[in-house]
């Protein structure tokens, strides 16, 4: 169905950093198939944990125990505030986990009359119907009234609202430590420790979206992490996997114990498959250093970014993100911009509020960096000269 507006690029093969295209173009990806090749392309370990699982089990269905599940649970739950982990496929599955969490949450514990959810403004959490209404944009409503109902939208990092919009009947509050699709916002220091303090004074749940933002992308495990704050839900996918399609959605055992044989459940989830390559992306990502050196690598692409901002003022307005979550809002048109750049070779992802998106696999070295940088000098100086018209029917997520 024509719900993408995509680039007429064929990409045929991955390797690390690289993609190659049918035409044998070379492209650097800093898109990372949307912050979700979080080892890079083809990864040794992955490839080989792949295909031992591909010629040993692929599928048996939850009816049965599975040992690549148990374990990686166990091994998300000793890294994180978790106690029970929920498998699925996707981000959207993991946030909908959630959802349901929340609500069942307060049924069990004698609040049925709290189902609300308060969300935020520009959020994005996922394309299912209860999701697109939590996440609340227009253009991914459209067309797909009646909206779910039960989510209050805040500004994002605005406590006062937050506050207000508290009422008997609210049950969480939803949020993503940074915004990904909705242009890379960074909340006020101390956004997510405040929220806690008032989930707490409520008797509300603290549900996190760490989709984008979960599995190293920060550089820390998760991004809360940075706030030193202990959340009760957590919806993770995207980086989880490496590439493969696995979500989980972690919890806290008082909320987690809600569930029950049968209120809950996928045919697919946490599949041996998915498992491996979930196994495998942590072997790589829980080793010694792995977290300091994506710290290190988003600081050195940060201050590289920085730097070309202030040599092509006319193009880069703003410098934002964390870790390897990382993009600039743009003064020109941001969709022109990211074209430019791929047909120099340069992969990168569009976000809200015209920025555009530098997210690489967490795997990146220097010389990548500044390979990247080398190109969008480049292009930055060739768009002020001579822009770019904007391109038609292109725009984020
Ligand atoms: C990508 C994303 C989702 C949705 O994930 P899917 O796997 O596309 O369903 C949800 N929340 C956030 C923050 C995301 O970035």
Known sequence: MPTYARADLVIERGEGMYLYTSDNRR???FAAGVAVVSLGHCHPTLVAALQRQAATLWHCSNLYRIPGQERLAARLVEASFADSVFFSNSGLEAMEAGLKLVRRYHDETGHPERWRVVVCSDAFHGRSLATIAA???PKHLKGFDPVVPGFDRVAYGNLNETRVAIGPETAAILVEPIQGEGGLRVPPP?????????????????????????????????????DGVRP??????????????????????????????????????????AMAAANATLDVMLADGFFERVRTLGTSLKRE???LGRRHPRVVAEVRGLGLMLGFKTT????????????????????????????????????????????????FAALVEKPVPAKAGSGSA
């Not at 303090?197 to 809360?224: P, W």
């Not at 029950?260 to 498959?273: D, E, M």
Request: glycine residues 14%.
């Open 27 to 29: 492209l650097i990806d």
């Open 135 to 137: 996440g609340g944009q």
């Open 190 to 226: 101390g956004y997510l420790g405040a929220l806690r303090a008032i989930a707490d004074e409520f008797g509300l749940l603290l549900f996190l979206d760490e989709v984008q933002t979960g599995m190293g992308r920060t550089g820390k495990l998760f991004a809360h992490e940075w």
């Open 232 to 273: 009760d839900i957590v919806a993770v996918a995207k980086g989880l996997g490496g590439g493969f399609p696995v979500g989980a959605t972690l919890a806290v055992e008082r909320v987690a114990k809600v569930m029950t044989a049968g209120s809950h459940g996928s045919t697919f989830g946490g599949n041996p498959l």
């Open 305 to 307: 970014i920085e730097a």
């Open 332 to 379: 020109l048109e941001n969709s022109s911009v990211a074209q430019a750049l791929q047909d120099a070779g340069l992969l990168t992802v569009l976000a809200g509020d015209n920025v555009v998106r530098l997210v690489p696999p967490l795997i990146v070295e220097e010389s990548h960096v500044r390979e990247a940088m080398a190109i969008m000098d480049r292009v």
